[in-house]
């Protein structure tokens, strides 16, 4: 069983939805239903274009990290790692876009500690999961 990982996927979907119906509202609004920019001259600062990659973004990490937490708790990981790091890697995901890419120039503060935050989080899974199955390396 895998119940920290499990109770952990509702909140990110959660989220991820709300990510893509931000698109949705986009499209309808600018009549824009193909393509990531309603303004080719805008560049990076179209918000179609932000929104598209905050969803890109996040299907980019997330899954990953929570395949690495799946497989660890069916290798013995302690439930309190596991929703310790699914519980920062949300909050990281969330700083990322809420307070990184939709702040002006998609400059915020919390895109960096998203990013950083998020990288750490895969790699002390891996690590865990790595310590986790150690005896079987060889």
Same mark, same amino acid.
């Given at each position: 069983?895998? /119940?920290a990982?499990?109770?952990?996927?509702? /909140?990110?979907?959660a #989220?991820y939805?709300?990510?893509?119906?931000?698109?949705v509202?986009q +499209? $309808?609004?600018k009549k824009q #239903?193909?393509g990531?920019?309603?303004d /080719?001259?805008?560049g990076t600062?179209n918000? $179609?274009?932000v929104?598209t990659?905050a969803q890109?973004n996040?299907?980019?990490?997330?899954p990953?990290?929570?395949?690495?937490a799946?497989?660890?708790e069916?290798?013995?990981?302690? +439930?309190? #790692?596991?929703? !310790? *790091? $699914? =519980?920062s890697?949300l *909050?990281f +995901?969330?700083s990322h876009?809420?307070?990184?890419?939709m702040?002006?120039?998609?400059?915020?503060? =919390? +895109? /960096?500690l998203?990013?950083?935050?998020?990288?750490g989080?895969?790699?002390?899974?891996? =690590? #865990?999961l790595?310590? $986790?199955v150690?005896? !079987?390396?060889l």
């Amino acid at each position: 069983m895998t /119940p920290a990982t499990a109770a952990w996927a509702t /909140p990110f979907a959660a #989220y991820y939805l709300f990510l893509q119906n931000r698109i949705v509202y986009q +499209r $309808l609004t600018k009549k824009q #239903y193909m393509g990531d920019t309603t303004d /080719p001259s805008q560049g990076t600062k179209n918000p $179609l274009y932000v929104l598209t990659r905050a969803q890109l973004n996040f299907i980019e990490n997330v899954p990953f990290a929570l395949v690495v937490a799946l497989i660890a708790e069916l290798n013995g990981a302690d +439930r309190k #790692y596991i929703n !310790y *790091a $699914l =519980g920062s890697l949300l *909050a990281f +995901r969330i700083s990322h876009v809420e307070l990184g890419m939709m702040r002006s120039d998609s400059l915020g503060l =919390g +895109r /960096p500690l998203g990013f950083y935050g998020t990288q750490g989080v895969i790699a002390g899974l891996a =690590g #865990y999961l790595g310590w $986790l199955v150690k005896d !079987y390396w060889l």
